[in-house]
């Protein structure tokens, strides 16, 4: 039988279930485990299959019950716990060391990458000399703020999926269903998060802009610039990027003293670059009233400025981050 690959959060206050296809026909299935449920005979195949049964249509209709291997069952309890320093003298704790969150966003993986995403850089640059220790400290800053953010927001997603209060489940559905009609009313479950970082190696005075913090937007994985995607392209360091259409622009910019902490990473991404083919991030420049912006390593934006006096604007940006890193 051909697996149908569209995933599942399935909000039966009965026993909400989860339905995730993986690799080739592999299925990883979820169920909430009821107070009244055999603890003894609850791995038990059967009963998995049991509870499999009202919802295998939605892999295939044509699917049969005992169809399939069953590779693997396990009873497991998540947790939403949290260090409460992710650095202790040289030692750094990252991934499941730092933090344990529920799956309903799944991002217990996500956020151990950008945990070391995130400690990498900072780890580069000292050792090259060519950053000070003290941008070591703001490794736990950041990366506590935006995971204690994800935990919170993956225990009320849980919340909103798993409540098995009948009348709560009720209203729950009937707004659901009316969201089908009207999406906008899906806005207030926040669903999507940009996991902005609010505090740390962000500028959040000089030019305040709701994009300083937030990874940039990656366009289209179709696109491709000397045969590299995007965050391949603009490297694994410091960066800016400019999206006014004036190239002297960029000249002026390169002959400013304080350019030099970017080496050959400006980039001139305007309406006709290759990886602006689909639109999409200098849509997201002209939304957020950016005309440049400067790129950590690991793709957060450290700030932005429009284009009132753009030049001399990037040289108090710079340097201010200069001042920050060295």
Avoid at 210 to 221: T, Y
Avoid at 247 to 253: M, R, S, T
Avoid at 265 to 284: A, G, L, Q, V
Wanted: net charge positive; hydrophobic share 35%; charged share 25%.
């Amino acid at each position: 039988y051909k697996v149908n690959s569209d995933r599942y959060q399935i909000c039966d206050y009965k026993r909400p279930t989860t339905i995730v296809p993986v690799v080739g026909q592999h299925v990883r299935w979820e169920f909430k485990i009821n107070h009244d449920d055999d603890l003894d005979h609850l791995e038990n195949e059967d009963n998995i299959r049991s509870m499999m049964k009202p919802h295998l249509w939605r892999i295939n209709p044509e699917i049969h019950l005992s169809s399939g291997k069953l590779l693997r069952s396990k009873a497991y309890t998540y947790h939403g716990v949290l260090a409460k320093n992710f650095k202790y003298n040289n030692c750094f704790l990252l991934g499941d060391a730092a933090h344990q969150m529920p799956p309903f966003l799944g991002q217990g993986l996500c956020q151990g990458i950008k945990d070391a995403y995130n400690l990498c850089w900072r780890l580069t640059g000292v050792k090259n000399n060519v950053m000070n220790t003290k941008i070591l400290e703001m490794y736990s800053l950041e990366r506590k703020g935006v995971v204690d953010f994800t935990i919170r927001n993956a225990i009320k997603q849980g919340d909103i999926i798993g409540s098995q209060d009948r009348f709560k489940a009720y209203i729950r559905d009937i707004y659901l269903n009316i969201s089908k009609y009207i999406p906008k009313l899906l806005d207030n479950l926040r669903i999507a998060y940009s996991w902005r970082i609010k505090k740390g190696n962000i500028d959040t005075d000089l030019f305040p802009n709701k994009a300083n913090g937030v990874i940039i937007p990656h366009p289209s994985l179709a696109l491709k610039k000397d045969n590299k995607l995007f965050d391949e392209y603009i490297g694994n360091n410091f960066g800016l990027l400019v999206f006014d259409n004036s190239i002297n622009i960029v000249n002026e910019i390169k002959k400013l003293s304080s350019s030099s902490i970017f080496g050959e990473n400006i980039f001139h991404i305007d309406e006709t670059n290759e990886f602006n083919k689909d639109k999409k991030i200098f849509k997201w420049s002209k939304v957020n009233n950016i005309s440049a912006a400067i790129i950590r390593p690991d793709k957060h934006i450290y700030g932005c400025v429009d284009n009132t006096n753009i030049i001399n604007d990037i040289d108090q940006l710079t340097n201010k981050l200069i001042s920050e890193i060295q």
